[in-house]
């Protein structure tokens, strides 16, 4: 008994002095920006005691230096821990607990609920809203940023007034809410001066906020828009006269045209000169007051050129379908519309629309539609038709190509629908689109060209072209959903021209160019008979002579002349007096005697006769006997060395001037050789020799011998200035001096004698 007794007394002991929490934290509200207290009370406890906010410890002690506006009440003596909380903010509505952890303690979670009053409640239009009469109008109240959300009431006069609507919306932090409220009313005159209040309230301002607006019921003014003239023409003067009248009064105009506001115009009348867009751009003026504005609007009776209302549209048809295009022009006066096919002046149509029956791929293209107002203007838009039909293809039917390189087939397909497939087929060989590249020499790409109207492009390539391919036709085929279109293309070798025979081809066409134009003049003057024809010097016995012949050497010598050479040669052959050069170059002998008509410098005095003989590369000489012939002195002088001929470099084409060809003397005195003609070993004095082209034609001059003297005609022999050549050696492009040119065959020879 004593035991049960005493232990009894022990747990009675323990029970009374063990740790616990005489008071937990409770819910509590507090409006923002006031001051609230958390309670914890542990009982026999002297340990360390926390806060928590959601969870999150606010630190130990007092002073919680993180949470400036925080602050814990401690009373050691009555275990008091309380949570002090200044100038709430939104920011504490939170869940909070009191914490023993030296004795595992934890308190219930208390709810600090932050009360946020509304802001103070806003009607749109305020404070005075200005309303027409019996135009409905919907009374709009909006309570922002309240917590929990406000509930808004409307009063007419004081007294409440149903039949609103209310809306919220949760802002960003997702604890306020922002309440809006609409009163739909009808306004009448009668409302003027009734006020409108909106009441907004919460558990934060029980009492709640308001605001109130005041009726101000007007009618809007009424407008007569008048015009002056009522027709006029394009760029003459118009006014426009607004009349109205308001209550309350007006408080201004506002001119428009076209919607676009007029600077500068604000009274009651406005001038300005028309043009064709016051037809359809009506001119408009607008009257407001302090309620309300009345908009009234004219269009101007002015005669223009034509204006396109309805821009015709683009159409794609199948071939054979009919087809109506349509256009709409305004003009005034009435105007004449007409339809016709571009770069045709066929009309097709005097309607809005042209119809078109039973189209062909020949229909597509641009059509136009025009329109002319009389005495005003003309007006023309284009329309685009596109017809769906077979592809058409349009390439070269012939093409080129060198052999040995690159070498490509184009076929160029204009097709509508795209083509579905193209074929190549050529030889054994076919090509589908969609097997991609050939093998071996033979490649196909396809392109689109967007600049060809959608077109493709299909391109056989060639590499390193045979003989072969120039044998083949090459058959480009393309099908669409309506059928297939197909060309048959040759493939034809180009030809090609060395770039040597090219630049020397263009040397020599400016060569050709001025021997063209001076075998004109030798032609002229010397074509005037047959192949055999007389030049009489103006005397019956005075005769010029020119007997030809080559030998069997140019015979055996035409093989080694190209073409090329011989065709020049046949070129040259009108002012050759000597040679008439056959196409064969076969002819043994060529024996052309001729006779020229040539004006008598002497009136008939002297006989002059030339001959050619077949000898081993003679001189050309001349021999002049004249009465009263004084010889002026040896043509060179002793010491002097013999001039010679100095031939130019060897060249596909090599000539002297062919001013010198078939010269004649000019001499106005009588020339004699020397007496006594110094020895020479040779008639080329010096160490000239036999000229001896190797190119494949050339052009050799062949001088006179030295004791040979040659005078100007009209005047004295140059002192000191004669050559070997009988010629000036300054003269090379043109001389008119007598000098005789070989331009035959290397062993072809010339002499020509002349007797009196």
């Known amino acids: 008994m004593q035991r049960l007794l005493l232990l009894s007394l022990v747990l009675s002991f323990q029970t009374v002095w063990t740790a616990r929490f005489s008071q937990e934290p409770a819910d509590q509200s507090v409006v923002r920006g006031q001051r609230v207290i958390l309670s914890c009370v542990v009982f026999n406890y002297s340990g360390i005691v926390q806060w928590t906010k959601d969870g999150l410890a606010l630190g130990i002690g007092e002073d919680l230096r993180a949470w400036p506006r925080y602050r814990v009440l401690r009373v050691q003596e009555l275990g008091q821990y309380n949570l002090e909380i200044l100038s709430a903010d939104l920011s504490d509505d939170s869940l909070y607990e009191c914490q023993a952890p030296d004795a595992a303690l934890r308190s219930r979670r208390a709810k600090l609920t932050v009360l946020i009053p509304p802001d103070d409640p806003v009607i749109d239009g305020g404070p005075e809203v200005l309303l027409n009469a019996g135009e409905s109008y919907n009374l709009s109240c909006v309570s922002r940023g309240a917590k929990p959300p406000s509930m808004i009431e409307w009063l007419k ?19 306020r809410v922002t309440t809006r409220s609409y009163l739909p009313i009808q306004p009448v005159d009668t409302d003027t001066g009734r006020n409108y209040s909106c009441v907004a309230t919460n558990l934060a301002v029980p009492t709640g906020k308001s605001t109130t607006v005041t009726l101000n019921v007007h009618h809007s003014p009424i407008v007569t828009l008048s015009i002056e003239p009522r027709s006029v023409l394009e760029g003459d003067r118009v006014t426009f006269t607004c009349q109205a009248h308001a209550n309350p009064p007006i408080m201004g105009y506002r001119w428009a045209k076209g919607g676009v506001v007029l600077q500068g115009a604000r009274e009651s009348v406005f001038t300005t000169k028309a043009d064709h867009s016051f037809f359809t751009e009506p001119v408009s003026c607008l009257v407001f007051n302090a309620v309300g504005k009345t908009n009234v609007s004219i269009l101007v009776d002015v005669h223009f050129g034509p204006i396109l209302l309805v821009e015709p549209q683009p159409k794609t048809v199948d071939v054979d379908s009919d087809v109506t295009l349509n256009c709409k022009w305004a003009g005034n006066p009435p105007l004449t519309l007409t339809w016709f096919k571009k770069g045709s002046n066929m009309v097709l ?3 809005n629309q042209l119809f078109l029956k039973s189209v062909s791929q ?12 009389p005495r005003i203007g003309v007006g023309e838009t284009e329309v685009t038709l596109t017809v769906n039909g077979p592809p058409i293809i349009s390439s070269d039917p012939v093409q080129y190509a060198g052999r040995g ?9 204009a097709s509508t629908p795209p083509p579905d497939k193209i074929v190549w087929a050529w030889k054994e060989n076919v090509w589908e689109k969609e097997k991609g590249t050939l093998l071996e020499r033979y490649t196909v790409e396809q392109s689109k060209l967007s600049s060809e109207g959608g077109g493709v492009l299909s391109t056989l390539t060639i590499n390193n072209v045979m003989e072969s391919d120039f044998l083949s036709t090459y058959n480009c085929t393309a099908w669409n959903s309506f059928g297939p279109g197909t060309m048959i293309i040759t493939l034809e070798e180009t030809e090609e021209f060395p770039v040597g025979l090219i630049a020397g081809g263009t040397v020599g066409s400016t060569i050709l160019l001025f021997i063209f134009l001076l075998v004109l003049v030798l032609i002229f003057y010397r074509q005037r008979k047959g192949s055999r024809r007389g030049v009489t010097l103006g005397k019956p016995d005075i005769k010029v002579e020119t007997i030809n012949k080559e030998t069997h050497s140019l015979e055996e010598d035409s093989g080694s002349v190209s073409t090329a050479s011989r065709m020049v040669k046949a070129m040259y052959s009108p002012f050759k007096d000597d040679i008439e050069l056959k196409s064969d170059l076969r002819s043994d002998t060529l024996d052309t005697r001729q006779e020229y008509d040539l004006k008598d410098p002497t009136n008939g005095y002297y006989n002059v006769r030339a001959s050619t ?13 004249y009465s009263d012939y004084r010889p002026p002195g040896p043509l060179t002088s002793p010491g002097r060395p013999q001039a010679c001929y ?11 001037s062919y001013a010198q060809f078939n010269t004649f003397t000019r001499g106005g005195q009588s020339q004699q050789p020397p007496a006594n003609p110094a020895p020479a070993t040779s008639e080329f004095p010096g160490d000239c020799s036999l000229l001896d082209s190797t190119s494949q034609l050339a052009y050799d001059n062949y001088g006179y011998p030295s004791h040979y003297q040659t005078y100007r005609m009209g005047g004295p022999a140059p002192s000191g200035s004669e050559t070997g050549l009988g010629k000036y ?10 000098q005789h040119s070989d331009y035959s065959h290397s062993r072809h020879t010339q002499r020509m004698q002349t007797h009196v």
Request: glycine share 6%; charged share 25%; net charge negative.
């Open 157 to 175: 006069d004081g007294l409440p007034v149903e039949g609103a609507n209310s809306i919220t919306e949760v802002l960003p932090d997702r604890k």
């Open 349 to 351: 149509s005097n309607s």
């Open 362 to 373: 020949a229909d597509a293209g641009q059509y136009v539609c025009k329109a002319i107002v």
């Open 405 to 413: 390189e690159r070498g490509e087939v184009k076929c160029y397909i």
């Open 613 to 625: 003989h077949d000898e081993v590369r003679p001189a050309s000489h001349s021999t002049m006997h």
């Open 646 to 656: 100095d031939p130019r470099p060897p060249s596909r084409l090599s000539h002297i």
């Open 729 to 738: 050696g300054s003269s090379t492009r043109f001389s008119y001096t007598s």
